[in-house]
Each structure stands twice: as structure tokens, then as C-alpha cells.
């Protein structure tokens, strides 16, 4: 789908806006300085740039957009003052549809789909931008984290 729509909070309407240069689907958006960048996912030919990340999750750092998770363990960089792509180590496991959240720096994937017997809803991977390097954590959850929703909270000097 190539529709994009602009909610107004204060009137509390939609307005039209002009449409994607591409239409996508399993697509992921993010905000950066003062715009929306719509990224990943696949064209009607079953494209991407620079390569396919279906379900995957887009967060924005340090002037940057990166692209990571879903079914390909993709991990991109976009740096839109050159308009290029940068493709950088992949996570070690496939995290299916876990979102991301940007924590000090660096990058957090958790949960997603089972990939076969693996099940990956007590899973946390850690990505260093610094150093291209992601680091896999283990934890324990009350229940599964398979769709859902990530964010983070920094109160520094608290």
C-alpha cells in the first residue's frame, strides 16, 4: 500500500498526504530529526533495500536509522545525510517479530516468534553500535513474549 495519512491531534482528523514512493507491506516507520521514514519491508516484487527484512524493527540513534531483527536477523544502518545503507553484523538469533527500543546507546531486541523449538520470549539481544557486536542475554519472564510492544525510560540523575 502506497497511502499516507497525517493524524492532527488537535482537531482530531486525518489528512492525506502525498503517497510512498514504493507501496510496502511488513514495513516498520520511524521518526528522526523532523521527519517520518517508512523502511524494510517488501515491494510488490518482493524487494527491499538494501535486502529483505520482513517483520523486523526500525529505531532511530545517533542521526541514524537502523533496521534490525525479523525473519532474516537483519541488522542496517541508514545514514540519511549520505543516503546510504550499511549493512553490519546480524543478530545471532532470529527474533521473528520482537521490537527494538534504543537503551544507552546501544540497541535491545526481545522476545519474538518461536523459530522451531527455539523459543525466544525470554530472550534479550544487545547491540553495540560501537563496536558492530551484539550480545545475547537470558532472562526470566511470567509469560511469553511473543507480540508485543518494547520502549525505554532513561531518568538520568534520578
Known amino acids: 500500500m502506497d497511502q499516507c495519512w497525517l493524524y492532527?491531534?488537535?482537531t482530531k482528523k486525518w489528512e492525506a498526504?502525498?503517497?510512498l514512493f514504493t507501496a510496502r507491506r511488513y514495513h516498520r516507520s520511524v521518526s528522526l530529526g523532523d521527519g517520518v521514514y517508512v523502511v524494510g519491508g517488501m515491494d510488490?516484487?518482493?524487494?527491499?533495500?538494501?535486502e529483505v527484512c520482513s517483520f523486523g524493527a526500525a529505531v532511530s540513534l545517533n542521526n541514524c536509522i537502523y533496521l534490525v531483527g525479523g525473519d532474516n536477523r537483519t541488522c542496517l544502518k541508514y545514514a540519511p545525510a549520505s543516503d546510504s545503507w550499511t549493512r553490519l553484523s546480524r543478530p545471532k538469533l532470529n527474533h521473528g517479530?520482537?521490537?527494538a527500543a534504543v537503551?544507552?546507546?546501544s540497541i535491545?531486541?526481545?522476545g519474538g516468534v518461536r523459530s522451531g523449538?527455539?523459543?525466544l520470549s525470554s530472550v534479550i539481544?544487545?547491540?553495540d553500535p560501537a563496536t558492530d557486536t551484539w550480545s545475547v542475554y537470558n532472562t526470566t519472564l511470567k509469560a511469553p513474549l511473543w507480540c508485543h510492544s518494547l520502549f525505554n525510560v532513561d531518568l538520568y540523575g534520578v
Open 17 to 19: 498526504m502525498p503517497p
Open 8 to 10: 492532527h491531534l488537535a
Open 117 to 119: 523449538k527455539e523459543d
Open 108 to 110: 535491545l531486541l526481545a
Open 125 to 127: 539481544e544487545q547491540f
Open 103 to 105: 537503551w544507552r546507546g
Open 97 to 99: 517479530t520482537a521490537p
Open 44 to 50: 510488490a516484487a518482493n524487494n527491499d533495500t538494501p
